[in-house]
């Protein structure tokens, strides 16, 4: 599996950003996607989870972000977004993109995105 991230950018505090997260791959590992979700790493801290979705559409929210951020999955299978509101300087950091999906139909694997940094100005 294959993920684009792409929407991140500089913001000033109180602004918004989309992110957008695209997988390919086979068809047998885009249908066996169980969850995708947003992991961020700021400068000298560990990478954290942000938001994920399942295949079912249930989320998960890292406390920090629960009411401004919102993760949505697109139309199609392969797509995530993560709408973010009321952005705060610390919430400057990389944003990674990341998809569990089934490599057989006993073992799954988790795929990282490259990363698309979001800077928020105070």
């Known amino acids: 599996v294959q993920l684009q991230a792409s929407g991140g950018g500089l913001v000033q505090a109180g602004g918004s950003l989309r992110l957008s997260c695209a997988a390919s791959?086979?068809?047998?590992?885009?249908?066996?996607?169980?969850?995708m979700g947003w992991y961020r790493q700021a400068p000298g801290k560990q990478r954290e989870l942000v938001a994920t979705?399942?295949?079912?559409?249930?989320?998960n929210y890292a406390d920090s972000v629960k009411g401004r951020f919102t993760i949505s999955r697109g139309n199609a299978k392969n797509t995530a977004y993560l709408q973010m509101d009321g952005l705060k300087p610390e919430d400057t950091a990389v944003y990674y993109c990341?998809?569990?999906?089934?490599?057989?139909?006993?073992?799954?694997?988790?795929?990282w995105g490259q990363g698309t940094e979001v800077t928020v100005s105070s």
């Open positions: 979705i399942t295949s079912g559409g249930a989320t």
């Open positions: 791959g086979s068809i047998f590992s885009i249908n066996s996607i169980n969850y």
């Open positions: 990341k998809v569990n999906s089934g490599v057989t139909y006993t073992l799954t694997k988790d795929y």
